[in-house]
């Protein structure tokens, strides 16, 4: 099998440059290690930044996002049992996001692509990438029971964090930096109306928690639980009166209980592979670099690469020119290194430290009095969550 760029991942990241590189009439091949049920039916992210909404719009993958997307004005900070609310088109001049599950999105992109190509091989796992240096890498993958190889002019490692697409580095070409947190996340999807009009983000002793949500009559919620947590350890009950408890507040609010129909258990993470193109082989989205969830980065990061992927293939493409794609790598990461430092901030002010002393907690709750008392420190944290500018 022959094509231009051999994409690895049919996660978000490959199957947006699939379809951005195909309205660009560049040939492209998608190889996903997984079933089409299972790639649809990951539940991840939901807060997409306008950017990412423009993106899917230039790739015509938004009908649905456009009738199904909930628009979001703002958040809600809760600590101390007090509500305050961050107005994002008044702190950013009119900025901003948008609710839309990651699940929806990636089964937008592949009913796209499976009606008018490329190609997307599902239950297809790349094995290795070989001689990214030359002109002509090759990917070999497992497929049908057979060993294939994809011959390619450029590969793309769309292959998210646990991918092979990084392994082909040299380990002398590059660093990884990494930092991990002492907690992890327990997400829960339950069928009941959100008990909010906008996400809420709670400091509380006990732990940090989210409500975010998925439609109209589904919400979705996380709590920090210790690293290393079983989910045999967290009753359905015991999940509700936990969520009760970090959102309380002594205004009259009160949180909606239902059935709970998914969960899962997330560590969190940093982690940024530099840099992210070794010869003709160039990263995107998780399989270069990972955030904690806290923010919501990691797919509206995996998106701008892809923009930026998308838009260096077309200018070598249409023009002949690598300009943009010898950029590239520079390029992201200084954006990559923002998001990065946003998402430890604010994991870092809200979530309880579990060596944490009193001092901590004071400068936890510092950080969080001067974003709600300042509008200058509000406008900060607004223009990094509604997202910065693609390129600085
Ligand atoms: P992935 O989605 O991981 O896709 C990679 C794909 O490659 C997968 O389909 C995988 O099966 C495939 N693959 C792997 N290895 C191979 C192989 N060898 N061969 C072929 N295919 C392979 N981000 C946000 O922006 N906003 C949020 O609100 C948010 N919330 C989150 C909440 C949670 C609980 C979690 C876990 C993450 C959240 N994220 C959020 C992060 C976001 O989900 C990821 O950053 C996003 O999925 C990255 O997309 P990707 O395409 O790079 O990688
Ligand atoms: C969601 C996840 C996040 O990490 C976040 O900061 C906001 C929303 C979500 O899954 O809806």
């Given at each position: 099998m022959r094509t231009t760029v051999g994409i690895i991942g049919g996660g978000p990241a490959g199957l947006?440059?699939?379809?951005?590189?195909?309205?660009?009439?560049?040939?492209?091949?998608?190889?996903?290690?997984r079933t089409r049920a299972y790639a649809e039916g990951r539940q991840r992210a939901g807060m997409l930044e306008q950017g990412t909404v423009d993106a899917l719009r230039a790739a015509g993958a938004a009908d649905r996002l456009d009738v199904e997307g909930m628009v979001h004005h703002?958040?809600?900070?809760?600590?101390?049992?007090?509500?305050?609310?961050?107005?994002?088109?008044?702190?950013?001049?009119?900025r901003t996001v948008?609710?839309?599950?990651?699940?929806?999105?990636?089964?937008?992109?592949?009913?796209?692509?499976?009606?008018?190509?490329?190609?997307?091989?599902?239950?297809?796992e790349a094995l290795a990438v070989e001689q990214p240096q030359s002109e002509a890498p090759v990917v070999r993958f497992r497929h049908e029971g057979r060993?294939?190889?994809?011959?390619?002019?450029?590969?793309?490692?769309?292959?998210?964090?646990?991918?092979?697409?990084?392994?082909?580095?040299?380990?002398a070409s590059g660093r990884t930096y990494a930092h991990d947190y002492p907690y992890s996340w327990l997400g829960v999807t339950a069928e009941v109306p959100p008990s909010c009009d906008e996400l809420i983000y709670a400091r509380h002793a006990r732990g940090f928690a989210l409500h975010s949500m998925r439609s109209p009559q589904v919400s979705r919620f996380y709590l920090q639980v210790p690293r290393g947590t079983s989910l045999r350890d967290w009753s359905d009950e015991r999940i509700w009166d936990e969520l009760a408890?970090?959102?309380?507040?002594?205004?009259?609010?009160?949180?909606?209980?239902?059935?709970?129909?998914?969960?899962?258990?997330?560590e969190m993470r940093s982690l940024v592979h530099e840099p992210m193109r070794?010869?003709?082989?160039?990263?995107?989205?998780?399989a270069a670099h990972i955030v904690p969830p806290t923010g919501a980065k990691g797919?509206?990061?995996?998106?701008?690469?892809?923009?930026?992927?998308?838009?260096?293939?077309?200018?070598?493409?249409?023009?002949?020119s690598a300009r943009l794609l010898d950029g590239y790598s520079d390029l992201c990461l200084r954006r990559v290194w923002q998001a990065t430092r946003f998402s430890?901030?604010?994991?870092?002010?809200?979530?309880?430290?579990?060596?944490?002393?009193?001092?901590?907690?004071?400068?936890?709750?510092?950080?969080?009095?001067?974003?709600?008392?300042s509008r200058h420190a509000a406008a900060e944290l607004a223009a990094n969550y509604t997202g910065l500018p693609l390129s600085p």
């Open positions: 947006l440059l699939a379809r951005l590189l195909h309205r660009a009439g560049i040939a492209c091949v998608v190889l996903e290690s703002g958040i809600e900070l809760r600590f101390d049992r007090e509500r305050h609310h961050l107005d994002f088109p008044a702190l950013t001049g009119g948008t609710i839309y599950a990651q699940t929806e999105i990636v089964k937008d992109l592949i009913a796209l692509q499976l009606a008018d190509g490329p190609p997307l091989l599902f239950e297809a060993q294939r190889t994809l011959r390619c002019v450029w590969v793309a490692g769309c292959d998210g964090s646990h991918g092979v697409a990084r392994n082909a580095f040299p380990a408890a970090r959102f309380a507040v002594d205004a009259d609010w009160t949180l909606r209980r239902g059935p709970i129909t998914a969960r899962s258990v997330t070794h010869g003709r082989l160039v990263l995107a989205g998780d797919l509206n990061l995996a998106v701008s690469d892809v923009r930026l992927l998308a838009r260096a293939f077309t200018e070598l493409h249409a023009h002949g430890y901030d604010m994991t870092r002010m809200l979530h309880a430290q579990p060596d944490g002393d009193a001092f901590d907690y004071r400068m936890q709750l510092a950080r969080l009095r001067r974003i709600t008392a």
